[in-house]
């Protein structure tokens, strides 16, 4: 099977090599015994990422009374986990934002999705399991790479086709290569080396019920990805045929009632979602 999703991957779109900062940032992630001295050093090796994490703590976001102006102070503002994951989120950012016509996603959309899911995520988990929160964060920002890859055979598709119409989504997917986009995220997500927690949390973000011993992670991500989806952020396509995994929300003990109040203290970061492109790029 690892074969046969190797070619899908070849035939349907180059699969794009995890940039280095990430990877850095990942080995750090990985390594428990990582400190925040490690975290300043690796910065200091990349201007680029320290500019970033220097502006990114000074933005109107965060608003500081008194500027931050060194790294070791942005660290301890900020935490090490959010460093990390401010590093790892800018090392994808231009993966992400790429239009995906094949979804009907416009340049900015999948992007704008992901940070929103990713903090949804988090802020889900830092309640119920804190160690884990930062990992949600990034099984969040990654849930929907699966599309990159499929979104080729997407664009050729009619989706509103008699055939498809009282399908979900991700069945649909399925017919055109065999794997649904969550799938073949969670394969491209392996092939980069990510832990496994994040692979099958990644892989059953859709259907949190079967994903084991990660169904927690897996569960905080459908549920924020749910919120983006009920309040308009980077629906796209297949967003209005999202089917809610009752599962998750019982696991995690949130109502699906209570998605508004998630969604209200996810919009901040989503707006600020454009200012940290923005930044990355300047
Ligand atoms: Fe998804």
């Known amino acids: 099977m690892s074969d046969e999703i190797d070619q899908i991957l070849q035939q349907i779109g180059e699969l794009p090599p995890l940039p280095q900062a990430a990877q850095k940032a990942l080995a750090l992630i990985r390594d428990p015994k990582s400190s925040m001295g490690q975290v300043a050093r690796v910065l200091s090796m990349d201007q680029v990422m320290t500019s970033l994490v220097l502006r990114w703590v000074n933005s109107a976001y965060y608003g500081l009374p008194n500027p931050v102006s060194t790294v070791q102070q942005a660290i301890m503002y900020l935490g090490q986990n959010t460093v990390q994951s401010l590093i790892l989120a800018a090392s994808v950012a231009n993966m992400l934002y790429r239009p995906l016509p094949g979804y009907d996603l416009a340049r900015g959309d999948l992007w704008r999705h992901a940070i929103g899911v990713a903090n949804g995520a988090r802020l889900i988990l830092s309640n119920i399991d804190?160690?884990?929160?930062?990992?949600?964060?990034?099984?969040?920002?990654?849930?929907?790479?699966?599309?990159?890859?499929?979104?080729?055979?997407?664009?050729?598709?009619?989706?509103?086709?008699?055939?498809?119409?009282?399908?979900?989504?991700?069945?649909?997917?399925?017919?055109?290569?065999?794997?649904?986009?969550?799938?073949?995220?969670?394969?491209?997500?392996?092939?980069?080396?990510?832990?496994?927690?994040?692979?099958?949390?990644?892989?059953?973000?859709?259907?949190?019920?079967?994903?084991?011993?990660?169904?927690?992670?897996?569960?905080?991500?459908?549920?924020?990805?749910?919120?983006?989806?009920?309040?308009?952020?980077?629906?796209?396509?297949?967003?209005?045929?999202?089917?809610?995994?009752?599962?998750?929300?019982?696991?995690?003990?949130?109502?699906?009632?209570?998605?508004?109040?998630?969604?209200?203290?996810?919009?901040?970061?989503?707006?600020?979602?454009?200012?940290?492109?923005?930044?990355?790029?300047?």
Request: glycine share 8%.
């Open 130 to 282: 804190p160690k884990s929160a930062e990992e949600a964060y990034h099984a969040g920002l990654l849930c929907d790479i699966g599309k990159l890859a499929l979104e080729v055979l997407l664009r050729n598709t009619d989706t509103e086709d008699p055939q498809f119409q009282d399908r979900h989504f991700s069945e649909l997917e399925a017919s055109l290569c065999g794997y649904d986009h969550a799938y073949l995220g969670g394969e491209m997500a392996r092939r980069w080396n990510l832990p496994t927690p994040l692979v099958t949390a990644i892989s059953f973000h859709h259907k949190p019920s079967q994903a084991g011993e990660s169904i927690r992670l897996a569960s905080a991500v459908h549920v924020a990805d749910a919120a983006m989806m009920i309040f308009g952020i980077g629906i796209g396509r297949d967003g209005l045929r999202y089917p809610c995994d009752p599962v998750a929300f019982e696991m995690l003990g949130i109502r699906e009632a209570q998605l508004e109040d998630l969604f209200d203290r996810m919009s901040n970061v989503v707006h600020a979602a454009e200012e940290l492109f923005g930044m990355i790029q300047a």
